[in-house]
């Protein structure tokens, strides 16, 4: 059995200062390295909530774990807390990312509702329902990477969604509702 830990990071040239606030980012000439615990396997690497650097680590049993601020000894239970806490900060990260892509696009066919009214014309119903997917994008949950696709006829303007699924998943979650990605092939 392991001991489960959460520590942040310690400054590179006093290791026994334990980088838990944005002052210790913010002096240029220090870095950060993991610290100096016997054992110490890095698992997870997360930024709480005001921005900092900290892991999920695991060490021996039998190993010492030093009584400092920035380190600490955790239950499953609180590992799963952690995890979960930081999985919803990137989730609402995600919906944000969704929503400014959603809302290029919405934008982008803006002109199609507005003649359709100036002019009386009816709008498609595939048409409507696909701006409807397009604005429930952020309450129906993340489980692809694309959006969805526009009705025939409809042309989106080139290159408004080509980051979309690039900038999506670069919003890392530890337990990710994304499908991974296809391993790339090697000749």
Request: charged share 25%; aromatic share 8%.
């Amino acid at each position: 059995m392991a001991q489960l830990l959460k520590h942040y990071w310690v400054d590179r040239d006093n290791p026994s200062v334990y980088a838990t606030t944005a002052a210790h980012y913010a002096q240029p000439r220090f870095g950060t390295i993991a610290p100096q615990i016997a054992g110490l396997d890095i698992q997870v690497r997360l930024v709480d909530e005001n921005g900092i650097n900290y892991c999920l680590s695991q060490c021996p049993d039998d190993t010492v774990v030093p009584d400092v601020d920035g380190v600490s000894v955790v239950t499953q239970d609180e590992w799963d807390a952690e995890i979960a806490a930081f999985d919803a900060r990137q989730t609402t990260a995600r919906r944000a990312v969704q929503r400014k892509y959603r809302d290029a696009v919405l934008k982008d066919t803006d002109w199609i509702v507005v003649k359709a009214k100036e002019t009386g014309a009816n709008l498609s119903a595939d048409f409507k329902n696909w701006r409807t997917q397009l604005r429930d994008l952020p309450s129906v949950g993340i489980t692809t990477d694309a959006l969805p696709a526009a009705p025939s006829g409809v042309v989106v303007t080139e290159g408004i969604a080509d980051g979309y699924p690039a900038e999506l998943r670069g919003t890392y979650l530890v337990n990710d509702p994304l499908p991974p990605l296809p391993e790339p092939e090697f000749p």
